[in-house]
């Protein structure tokens, strides 16, 4: 059995894995351009404090090592200039490649898109040890009631991750640039608390071609709460809803206080539980099939206590839905799945792993 790949501390392994795929770039009369298409969790598809501060530290790294190339910010317009797009991920693996075994690693994967010929133009890969790096979510995402991976998010972590050099890269991944672009203008907009120009920015990606992505309709959303449109809010989440349970998986972020069903108070996100709940049964109410309701858990504590628990949490969310749909009831079916279904899998109870401790609705036949 062949021994695990060696792993070496965060910052080794960042310096291994950027130098690599920047040695890549031959040096040319004119700089070489390019964009920073920001770095995602390669499992989540979510932002975290981790990958923006990847995203700075690879700007930083080509200005102080690289004077022939030049990083711009990723916007419609410098992408338009731009001969190469640099993603990544980075995210927990088991290191030996057990599915069902500890994360006990970080990943690192990069890669250089050549915008000309739409393909992998190079690509890097690194292991790290597993360190206190802070890798909750960045604000946005934290702020989002609905996780999934639409098909854009999906082309993107598969572009980096399951890609060769010379690969052609996926054209859902390349269709959608131009509204990636403006939607992380949006998305700095929002973090800034500029909700209106925000606002407009999503609007404006979800008309461009295959803009309208999940992230786009979770920042319309947000936008329009933070300006007080709380009609137009409820009309957007009630899309989210649609949409998760038109593809046949919606997950939402309900959270709990540790080791109960009672929800947490003291999130933000808590006093807009009673309207996510009402456009859930209105929307689940009005299509045809059934939904199962499934509980998660993080990787805290006994698995049985964590089966037990998640699955009376699915159990809170049907009586809650039924109050009010109770036509609904009898097409809802409760799961607990403990931990099985972990996407960020460390044992910690924080809001790295809110994610770990989502609920979701998944379309069920009704036989």
């Known amino acids: 059995m062949p021994r695990p790949p060696q792993l070496v501390p ?17 040096v040319t009369a004119e700089k070489t351009i390019i964009v920073i298409d920001p770095l995602v969790d390669g499992v989540t598809g979510i932002q975290s404090a981790a990958t923006r501060g ?16 030049e990083v711009l910010p990723f916007t419609v317009e410098n992408l338009a200039k731009a001969k190469f797009i640099f993603i990544g991920t980075f995210n927990t693996i088991n290191n030996a490649g057990q599915p069902a075994g500890p994360r006990d690693a970080f ?25 206190d790096v802070d890798i909750a979510p960045a604000r946005f995402y934290a702020d989002t009631p609905v996780w999934g991976l639409d098909a854009a998010t999906t082309a993107y972590i598969e572009t980096c991750q399951r890609s060769r050099p010379g690969d052609p890269v ?23 608390g500029d909700a209106r120009r925000a606002l407009d920015l999503y609007r404006e990606a979800r008309a461009m071609p295959e ?10 959303y947000l936008a329009l709460m933070a300006i007080g449109e709380r ?14 349970l038109n593809l046949g998986r919606l997950g939402v972020l309900f959270l709990f206080e540790v080791g109960t069903t009672n929800f947490n108070s003291q ?18 109410g009005s299509a045809e099939g059934c939904l199962e309701v499934v509980g998660h858990a993080s990787r805290t504590g006994l698995e049985a206590f964590n089966e037990r628990l998640s699955r009376e949490r699915a159990e809170r969310i049907i009586a ?16 607990g799945v403990g931990s099985r279904e972990v996407l960020v899998g460390l044992p910690r109870d924080d809001s790295s792993t809110d994610i770990d401790r989502r609920v979701e609705f998944r379309t069920a036949s009704c036989a």
């Open 267 to 284: 999130t933000a996100a808590a006093a807009h539980y009673a309207n996510w709940l009402n456009e859930i049964a209105t929307r689940a």
């Open 170 to 192: 996926s054209p859902a991944y390349m269709a959608q640039l131009p509204a990636a672009a403006r939607i992380r203008e949006a998305t700095v907009a929002y973090e800034a």
């Open 10 to 26: 965060l910052e080794r392994a960042f310096l291994n894995a950027a130098t690599a795929l920047f040695n890549t770039v031959p």
């Open 320 to 335: 809650l839905l039924s109050e009010r749909a109770p036509g609904l009831a009898a097409r809802l079916r409760p799961a």
């Open 231 to 244: 009609d137009e809010a409820a009309k957007a989440f009630s899309q989210l809803v649609s949409n998760g």
């Open 107 to 131: 990943w690192i994967c990069f890669a250089l898109i050549d915008q000309a010929s739409k393909t992998v133009a190079a690509r890097s890969v690194a292991r790290a040890t597993i360190s």
């Open 211 to 220: 803009g309208d992505q999940l992230r786009a309709l979770n920042g319309l």
């Open 54 to 69: 990847f995203d700075r530290r690879i700007a930083t790294l080509v200005a102080e090592r690289y004077q022939h190339i």
